[in-house]
């Protein structure tokens, strides 16, 4: 009697883990839409929908998270075994989107980090730079907009081109889908992690890796920064090997 309860309990447990597994893969976010960014004179690019997250045990799944604000610390529940912190990327390494769970495409496209100047080109040269980010805050996460070259802001909707602080814009989830879906990009802000300590600065400073070192040895590597104080600007971290960081990646308008 008592292997045969044995038996119908590890059945029910088989049985359930596909749609414990379907409710936490991350999925596609239909309101997002990809737009143009210059990111050079003669380049442009589309973000991707959400940071890139990885298994934490090695079976080599990919992700994008499904939301843009969302961070693996804040809403770790959706998310179990998945980390969104990255070692260092190098330049030219391309991620084909047949390898990323929901970021295949019908044609096959590659995915990749900007490098240092791409990011500087597109934060600070591309027509009406300072028009088109700023600080904010989407669904109670701190973070950081972008908006697309041919920007049109929704109806109904406000926007504070490179506000002081966090506060200087904040949308609700609803509000925020209207943003998306007219190509709003928000970067939240993450914190990152050193080899010999926890998570820091979560909701306070955001840092995504470049795929640039610097020019003057490959330890520093290239970083974008945010904070309560500070609009998205290039920093060079030295001991680039210690750090992890949030990446999100782009694809080439061709």
Same mark, same amino acid.
């Given at each position: !009697?008592?292997?045969?309860?044995?038996?119908?309990?590890?059945?029910? /447990?088989?049985?359930? !883990?596909?749609?414990?597994?379907?409710?936490?893969?991350?999925?596609?976010?239909?309101?997002?839409?990809?737009?143009?960014f210059?990111?050079? =004179?003669?380049?442009?690019?589309?973000?991707?929908?959400?940071?890139l997250i990885?298994?934490?045990?090695?079976?080599?799944?990919?992700?994008? !998270?499904?939301?843009q604000?969302? #961070?693996?610390?804040?809403?770790?529940?959706?998310? =179990?075994?998945?980390?969104?912190?990255?070692?260092?990327?190098?330049?030219?390494?391309?991620?084909?989107?047949?390898?990323?769970?929901?970021?295949?495409?019908?044609? $096959?496209?590659?995915?990749?980090?900007l490098?240092?100047?791409?990011? $500087?080109?597109?934060?600070?040269?591309?027509?009406?730079?300072? /028009?088109?980010?700023?600080l904010?805050?989407?669904?109670?996460?701190?973070?950081?907009?972008?908006?697309?070259?041919?920007?049109?802001?929704?109806a109904?909707?406000?926007?504070? =081109?490179?506000a &002081?602080?966090f506060?200087?814009?904040?949308?609700?989830?609803? $509000?925020?889908?209207? !943003?998306?879906?007219?190509?709003?990009?928000?970067?939240?802000?993450?914190?990152?992690?050193?080899?010999?300590?926890?998570?820091?600065?979560?909701?306070?400073?955001g840092?995504?890796?470049?795929?640039?070192?610097?020019?003057?040895?490959?330890?520093?590597?290239?970083?974008?920064?945010?904070?309560?104080?500070?609009?998205?600007?290039? #920093?060079?971290?030295?001991?680039?090997?210690? &750090? &992890?960081?949030?990446?999100?990646l782009?694809?080439?308008?061709?």
């Amino acid at each position: !009697m008592r292997k045969r309860i044995v038996l119908l309990s590890l059945l029910s /447990l088989i049985i359930c !883990m596909p749609s414990f597994a379907d409710e936490y893969t991350p999925k596609k976010n239909p309101n997002f839409r990809a737009k143009a960014f210059s990111v050079s =004179p003669k380049r442009k690019v589309y973000f991707t929908q959400g940071n890139l997250i990885s298994q934490r045990f090695d079976d080599g799944d990919i992700a994008f !998270m499904t939301n843009q604000y969302d #961070v693996f610390q804040t809403f770790s529940a959706k998310y =179990p075994h998945w980390s969104n912190m990255h070692s260092f990327v190098p330049d030219g390494k391309y991620l084909p989107s047949s390898q990323i769970l929901n970021g295949k495409t019908q044609n $096959e496209v590659q995915y990749r980090c900007l490098n240092a100047s791409e990011w $500087e080109f597109l934060l600070e040269s591309r027509p009406k730079a300072d /028009l088109l980010q700023s600080l904010a805050k989407v669904n109670g996460v701190n973070g950081y907009i972008l908006l697309p070259d041919a920007w049109v802001l929704p109806a109904g909707m406000k926007f504070t =081109p490179k506000a &002081m602080t966090f506060e200087g814009n904040v949308y609700t989830v609803e $509000e925020w889908k209207k !943003m998306e879906q007219s190509g709003a990009v928000f970067l939240p802000a993450s914190g990152y992690v050193y080899s010999w300590s926890g998570f820091s600065y979560v909701n306070e400073n955001g840092a995504y890796w470049t795929s640039s070192s610097a020019s003057w040895t490959k330890s520093i590597g290239g970083e974008v920064r945010f904070d309560n104080k500070s609009n998205a600007h290039i #920093v060079y971290t030295n001991g680039k090997e210690d &750090m &992890m960081e949030s990446i999100r990646l782009v694809y080439d308008v061709k």
